[in-house]
């Protein structure tokens, strides 16, 4: 009886729903976790929230951190690492900059550091000791990091779970209707296919958009918790312009899944960080969702006519 009972829970299609985003909220919090082991940092993705880094890390930027022995540092006002550390003047903030000189000083580091966006030869917090390093940045996701600091009003944060709330009963339509049991078996499998259809166009609809902007797509909006508090999002190649206007020129290289800008400045080429592509990452969801679907479409199909 229960063995029966559990069977027809799971065939239940909201259940299945409930149990796909449960599963999606501990793949998260699991990928959290294990990052800090992998990286070997307690802070492995860190919200960039000012502006001091532009254009290389823009503000709302993901950055993933790792771990770094401060005498593997490379320092070098073009090439050097970008590292995490702690404000020497109040260690509970972090600070993210470019270093550009690092000297041994008994059994520590002192490394002098400069944000991308500013002048001279170093900042306010050079030189610091190296016992305040948190670690480098390997990568940046652009959009991501926007969440995080668009949670500093309590306000938003109701806002964005509403919002979420509207796109989970949206998705759970399809389920919806098609366990309507009074419908007739002919109007039935008609309402059937016409919101698979519906919700079949309206994801690809969706994919395209964004793929789109991932490429030549900007916007702007508030950012609380950010410095300035105007905060742009960019496709790759609105990306490419960005960095212009901070250098005679930019060199965009891409790999798998990335991207990265370099900067010709006044008297050598700075280099940018990998940078997460959205637009190979959509494209790829895009083939694999049409795959996915003309495949079901054609077994379907080859079952009616067995049928």
Same mark, same amino acid.
């Given at each position: 009886?229960?063995?029966?009972?559990?069977?027809?829970?799971?065939?239940?299609?909201?259940?299945?729903?409930?149990?796909?985003?449960?599963?999606?909220? #501990?793949?998260?919090?699991?990928?959290?976790? @294990?990052?800090?082991?992998?990286?070997?940092?307690?802070?492995?993705?860190?919200?960039?929230?000012?502006?001091?880094?532009?254009?290389?890390?823009?503000?709302?930027?993901?950055?993933?951190?790792?771990?770094?022995?401060? !005498?593997?540092?490379? #320092?070098?006002?073009?090439?050097?690492?970008?590292?995490?550390?702690?404000?020497?003047?109040?260690?509970?903030?972090?600070?993210?900059?470019?270093?550009?000189?690092?000297?041994?000083?008994?059994?520590?580091?002192?490394?002098?550091?400069?944000?991308?966006?500013?002048?001279?030869?170093?900042?306010?917090?050079?030189?610091?000791?190296?016992?305040?390093?948190?670690?480098?940045?390997? !990568?940046?996701?652009?959009?991501?990091?926007?969440?995080?600091?668009?949670?500093?009003?309590?306000?938003?944060?109701?806002?964005?779970?509403?919002?979420?709330?509207?796109?989970?009963?949206?998705?759970?339509?399809?389920?919806?209707?098609?366990?309507?049991?009074?419908? @007739?078996?002919?109007?039935?499998?008609?309402?059937?296919?016409?919101?698979?259809?519906?919700?079949?166009?309206?994801?690809?609809?969706?994919?395209?958009?964004?793929?789109?902007?991932?490429?030549?797509?900007?916007?702007?909006?508030?950012?609380?918790?950010?410095?300035?508090?105007? #905060?742009?999002?960019? @496709?790759?190649?609105?990306?490419?312009?960005?960095?212009?206007?901070?250098?005679?020129?930019?060199?965009?290289?891409? @790999?798998?899944?990335?991207?990265?800008?370099?900067?010709?400045?006044?008297?050598?080429?700075?280099?940018?960080?990998?940078?997460?592509?959205?637009?190979?990452?959509?494209?790829?969801?895009?083939? #694999?969702?049409?795959?996915?679907?003309?495949?079901?479409?054609?077994?379907?199909?080859?079952?009616?006519?067995?049928?």
């Amino acid at each position: 009886m229960a063995t029966e009972t559990l069977k027809k829970l799971w065939k239940n299609e909201y259940f299945q729903t409930a149990v796909t985003i449960a599963l999606i909220f #501990a793949i998260v919090f699991s990928f959290y976790f @294990g990052s800090q082991i992998i990286l070997g940092t307690e802070y492995p993705a860190l919200a960039v929230a000012s502006g001091s880094m532009l254009p290389t890390l823009n503000i709302g930027d993901l950055i993933i951190v790792q771990k770094v022995d401060p !005498a593997q540092i490379n #320092a070098d006002k073009f090439t050097g690492d970008v590292l995490v550390f702690r404000d020497p003047r109040n260690p509970s903030e972090l600070i993210v900059h470019r270093a550009v000189k690092i000297e041994k000083k008994d059994n520590h580091f002192l490394i002098t550091t400069l944000g991308d966006n500013m002048y001279g030869e170093k900042d306010q917090f050079s030189p610091w000791n190296s016992s305040l390093l948190i670690g480098k940045v390997v !990568a940046r996701v652009p959009y991501i990091g926007n969440l995080p600091l668009f949670f500093h009003s309590e306000r938003n944060m109701y806002v964005f779970i509403l919002i979420i709330l509207i796109i989970l009963a949206v998705l759970m339509l399809p389920f919806s209707f098609s366990s309507e049991e009074k419908l @007739g078996e002919e109007k039935k499998l008609f309402w059937k296919i016409d919101l698979q259809l519906v919700y079949f166009l309206v994801i690809n609809i969706l994919i395209v958009g964004f793929l789109i902007f991932s490429l030549w797509g900007a916007f702007t909006f508030w950012q609380p918790g950010a410095s300035p508090p105007q #905060a742009t999002i960019f @496709g790759m190649f609105k990306d490419l312009e960005f960095h212009e206007n901070f250098s005679s020129e930019a060199y965009l290289s891409q @790999g798998f899944i990335t991207y990265r800008i370099d900067c010709q400045v006044s008297d050598g080429t700075r280099v940018g960080v990998p940078t997460f592509s959205w637009f190979q990452f959509s494209l790829l969801v895009f083939t #694999a969702y049409n795959s996915w679907k003309i495949f079901s479409f054609v077994k379907a199909w080859k079952l009616g006519k067995q049928t």
